[in-house]
T-cell receptor, first 114, second 114 residues
Framework: DTEVTQTPKHLVMGMTNKKSLKCEQH?????MYWYKQKAKKPPELMFV???????INESVPSRFSPECPNSSLLNLHLHALQPEDSALYLC?????????????FGPGTRLTVL | GESVGLHLPTLSVQEGDNSIINCAYS??????FIWYKQESGKGPQFIID?????DKRQGQRVTVLLNKTVKHLSLQIAATQPGDSAVYFC?????????????FGKGTRLHILP
């Protein structure tokens, strides 16, 4: 299984809602990543988890809260988002945090904030 | 700031011809580069990588060339096929040497003409 899965595929939420994005991999990878991708732009790193511990937070606003409950799962909790947070949210995983290792990306969750 | 960028935002190529996608980087300390392909509705997919101790690396129908003198790399796709239609990103390992982070360039959209 060389797949990273993400749910939901699409999400529409209001600015007062609380929602969560989920990511799962069963490749035994110990590093997992959240990226944000705006339309026609490259992915931008948000968070990195290594061995279930947060290792990088790219100065992401606190309305985005990551969680890594175990080595296979990565969540991104969303609260009080703004319309400019609408984007494709990509999850990725790699064998470990060494960036010489290939990152495998999921298909993303397309988020719209109204 | 982001140091990896691309010369052209779009490239149109006749089916069967070779495609060349270019990328420039600014930090001479950058030592590892990756090309990703992102098809519509999907996450980025690893194509090929190259370390700075190499000038050329070949895969199946793809070749990456690295010119460290002018800080330029290119992706060559041989005998371009309709399935090659996608946005192609070059990315680099963070030259600040944080193991986890790769930085994506702006992307080139490849159109295949029938």
């Amino acid at each position: 299984d060389t797949e990273v899965t993400q749910t939901p595929k699409h999400l529409v939420m209001g600015m007062t809602n609380k929602k969560s994005l989920k990511c799962e991999q069963h490749m035994g990878h110990r590093a997992m990543y959240w990226y944000k991708q705006k339309a026609k732009k490259p992915p931008e790193l948000m968070f990195v988890y290594s061995y279930e511990k947060l290792s990088i937070n790219e100065s992401v606003p606190s309305r985005f809260s990551p969680e890594c409950p175990n080595s296979s799962l990565l969540n991104l909790h969303l609260h009080a988002l703004q319309p400019e947070d609408s984007a494709l949210y990509l999850c990725a995983s790699s064998q470990d945090r060494d960036s010489y290792n290939e990152q495998f990306f999921g298909p993303g969750t397309r988020l719209t904030v109204l | 700031g982001e140091s990896v960028g691309l010369h052209l935002p779009t490239l149109s190529v006749q089916e069967g011809d070779n495609s060349i996608i270019n990328c420039a980087y600014s930090n001479s300390a950058s030592d590892y580069f990756i090309w990703y392909k992102q098809e519509s509705g999907k996450g980025p997919q690893f194509i090929i990588d190259i370390r700075s101790n190499m000038d050329k690396r070949q895969g199946q129908r793809v070749t990456v060339l690295l010119n460290k003198t002018v800080k330029h790399l290119s992706l060559q796709i041989a005998a371009t096929q309709p399935g090659d239609s996608a946005v192609y990103f070059c990315a680099e390992k963070d030259p600040m040497n944080r193991d986890d982070k790769i930085i994506f360039g702006k992307g080139t959209r490849l159109h295949i003409l029938p």
